[in-house]
C-alpha cells in the first residue's frame, strides 16, 4: 500500500494545498493530510477550523484523511506505516529549502519525499499571503477552496 503524508500547518489551507492534494489522489493509495501543531507558533485560524477547512475541501474523496500531529514527521510516517512524504514546490526557494527536509528525512528514517510542482495558476498562493489578504480586508475567496469562507474583519 502506498500511504503518504501530506505536512504542513494548513493556515488556512489554499488552492495550491488542494492542487497538489488532487494531484497525489492517483499516485497513493491513501494520503494523510496531517496539520502539524507548533506551541511556538502563532496561528490565524485555531487547530479545530483548520481541520474543519481541509476535511470540507475533501469530504468526498475516501483516500483522504485528516489528523493532527505534534513531533517529527518522521515520527508519525512510522506511526502511520506510511512509506512517502508528499510536499509542493512553488519556487526555487522551496526546493532547497524542501531539499534539505528530504535529505534529514531519508537520512534518519529512510523515508522517500515526492516533490510534485505547483500549478502556473497556484504557484503565487501561500498561506500567509491569504492571511495578509484576510487581515486587510481584501478579496481571499480566488486564494482557497471554498471551505475557507471566514469573516473578513479578522
Given at each position: 500500500m502506498r500511504k503518504a503524508i501530506f505536512p504542513g500547518s494548513f493556515d488556512p489551507i489554499t488552492l495550491g494545498h488542494e492542487d497538489i492534494i488532487k494531484r497525489g489522489i492517483p499516485l497513493f493509495d491513501?494520503?494523510?493530510?496531517?496539520?502539524?501543531?507548533?506551541?511556538?507558533?502563532?496561528?490565524?485560524?485555531?487547530?479545530?477550523?483548520?481541520?474543519?477547512?481541509?476535511?470540507?475541501?475533501?469530504?468526498?474523496?475516501?483516500?483522504?484523511?485528516?489528523?493532527?500531529?505534534?513531533?517529527?514527521?518522521?515520527?508519525?510516517?512510522?506511526?502511520?506505516?506510511?512509506?512517502?512524504?508528499?510536499?509542493?514546490?512553488?519556487?526555487?526557494?522551496?526546493?532547497?529549502?524542501?531539499?534539505a527536509i528530504a535529505h534529514t528525512n531519508r537520512k534518519l528514517s529512510k523515508i522517500e519525499t515526492v516533490f510534485l510542482l505547483t500549478a502556473a495558476g497556484t504557484s503565487f498562493i501561500s498561506s500567509s499571503i491569504v492571511r495578509d489578504v484576510l487581515r486587510n480586508g481584501g478579496e481571499y475567496e480566488m486564494l482557497v477552496p471554498d471551505a475557507v469562507r471566514v469573516k473578513k474583519d479578522l
Open positions: 491513501e494520503i494523510v493530510i496531517a496539520i502539524g501543531v507548533n506551541a511556538e507558533k502563532k496561528y490565524m485560524f485555531s487547530l479545530e477550523e483548520r481541520k474543519r477547512f481541509i476535511e470540507e475541501t475533501f469530504k468526498d474523496e475516501p483516500k483522504i484523511s485528516v489528523i493532527t500531529y505534534e513531533g517529527l514527521t518522521i515520527d508519525l510516517a512510522q506511526k502511520l506505516n506510511a512509506n512517502f512524504i508528499l510536499r509542493g514546490l512553488r519556487n526555487p526557494a522551496d526546493f532547497e529549502f524542501e531539499k
